[in-house]
């Protein structure tokens, strides 16, 4: 992984999805159990490509995904994942 150290700005390309990983020691509601590698795991939109319908999700959503082909970066002390919009299994909203 890159270390960047100073503040920069993620435009991604066409239809990638930049995530914040969400550790699961991140979430308080619920259990989740990670079973393989397989299994799908969990993250913050943080930037969309304009290829992807702003409809569909938008920054600040937690997304399931696959962790297949991504490219990983190490911002500060958060772990970003660049990936295709095809890897997005579901978006995750509470229910009110």
């Given at each position: 992984?890159?270390?960047l ?15 914040k ?7 308080t509601h619920g259990?989740?159990?990670t ?7 969990l ?37 970003i994942l660049f ?6 299994l579901a ?5 009110k």
């Open positions: 992984m890159t270390p150290e100073r503040p920069v700005t993620i435009s991604p390309a066409k239809k990638i999805v930049v995530l990983v969400i550790k699961l020691t991140d979430i259990i989740i159990e079973v393989s590698k397989d299994t799908p795991e993250g913050e939109v943080i930037a969309i490509g304009k290829g992807v319908l702003p409809v569909l999700m938008k920054v600040g959503d937690t997304v399931a995904y696959r962790r297949y082909g991504e490219s990983k970066f190490q911002i500060k002390s958060e772990e990936i295709s919009f095809d890897d997005i978006v995750l909203k509470e229910k």
